[in-house]
């Protein structure tokens, strides 16, 4: 059972356990603004895939779908998950982020306390979770699995405290977890209010690209698709109890970020110079705006765990992981119009 899987990474780990794992899958998502229309397609018709739209917050549903489907596992990544939006309105993410998680983790924890002995020892509650709550760094060093949670928005206070309880229902319940924290995520269908596609389709539609701050808060990036086979990876190999780190290693500026998208776009499609059109390059575009309060300065992972534990590494090279992107968003203009 997969929670929140018609969001941006929830729906790449759909599409990787159906077709790549051939796993039998339900989805169980309140499909909030943030779901994404045809992030299923390829898998919605398979007679795998299962799709329930029900609030994880909703205790007697969440419930009554885990006994009707008889999960050999659990994977949580149903959340409020735009930092912007929990300045503005914090109680939607404290509502699905942590009474959220502790609805689940208890439905979870009962359901799996009458498995059989053999199936109980098999189970697995898989939390996803963010880098974020570790909190900011300088300019060296990287966060460890060991690291102190320092979480300094109301997102990633929300979800460090899902975290917490994650962990409590492990050593209080013996309910076999495993938590992730990962880097932030890039790759298609991820929706337009985040950094990558709201820069690409602003710089495509010739308006001004918005850059907190000097543009030099780092951040570490990781393709969605390398996200989700490292989720299915854990859920398979990962040890109960244990917290892994998941990155990518592609340490870049806010404004590298945002100047690379540029350049790709103008290579890909170019502007025509000439007296009629608004700029040479859409390096042009960009402007500096006031910082968002709270901005973390840095984020980095170690994820030396994963690689020494799992042999798992990304594969996604972040140039060729971002042109790729670029071309997705360039390929589905209907898609991001909304039509
Ligand atoms: P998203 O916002 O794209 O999708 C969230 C999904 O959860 C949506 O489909 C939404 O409908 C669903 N949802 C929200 N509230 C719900 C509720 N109460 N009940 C049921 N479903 C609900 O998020 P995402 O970017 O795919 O992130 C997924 C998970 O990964 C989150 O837990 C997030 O904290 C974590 N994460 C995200 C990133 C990132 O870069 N996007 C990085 C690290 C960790």
Redesign the pocket.
Known sequence: MV??G?????SAVCRHLVQVSKQQVLN?????Y???PGSLCGVEDHPLYRFEQ????DQEKTASLLEDFQPDAVMH??????VDRSIDGPAAFMQ?NIM?TYTVLECARSYWENLPAGRRAAFRFLH????EVYGSLGRTGAFKETSAYNPRSPYSAS?AAGDHLVMAWHHTYGLPVIVTN????YGPYQ?PEKLIPRMIISALLGKNLPVYGNGKNVRDWIHVDDHAEALVRLLETGTPGETYNIGAGNERTNLEVVETICQMLDELRPLFGGAGSICQSRLELIRFVKDRPGHDFRYALDTSKIASELHWRARKKWNEGLRDTVCWYLEHEPWWRGN
């Open positions: 929670t929140g018609a969001g941006f990474i929830g169980l998502d309140k499909l909030t943030a779901a994404v029900a609030d994880v917050c990544l149903a959340a409020e998950s735009h699905t959220g996803v979770s963010t880098d979800k990962s880097s932030n995520n929706h």
